[in-house]
Nanobody, 115 residues
Framework: VQLQASGGGLVQAGGSLRLSCAAS????????LGWYRQAPGKQRELVAEITTRGSTNYADSVKGRFGISRDNVRNTAYLEMNSLKPEDTAVYYC??????????WGQGTQVTVSS
């Protein structure tokens, strides 16, 4: 599985960004697509994830502000980020988990929220 992430950038607090994660390769093995993030000096943490059937899971810190969706035809997951805060600043990584629990990672994309 290969994952191509895009959509990061610089935005002011309160603004919005949309991240995309396009999967290719053994796409039928993918059970879950998601996004993690890692801020400087901190551990990588789950932001949001979505299953093939559309079940979602969010970190408490982003609930109500972020929305994850999945286009199974385009094999792409989207992370809509609204009401961004400076503490959302991090490198965001696309992630997939197969039905056999193998993890794949895409390259990171920087999200910077200025105050």
């Amino acid at each position: 599985v290969q994952l191509q992430a895009s959509g990061g950038g610089l935005v002011q607090a309160g603004g919005s960004l949309r991240l995309s994660c396009a999967a290719s390769g053994s796409i039928f093995s993918i059970a879950v697509l998601g996004w993690y993030r890692q801020a400087p000096g901190k551990q990588r943490e789950l932001v949001a994830e979505i299953t093939t059937r559309g079940s979602t899971n969010y970190a408490d810190s982003v609930k109500g502000r972020f929305g994850i969706s999945r286009d199974n035809v385009r094999n792409t997951a989207y992370l809509e980020m609204n009401s961004l805060k400076p503490e959302d600043t991090a490198v965001y990584y696309c992630n997939s988990r197969t039905y056999s629990s193998v993890l794949y990672w895409g390259q990171g994309t920087q999200v910077t929220v200025s105050s």
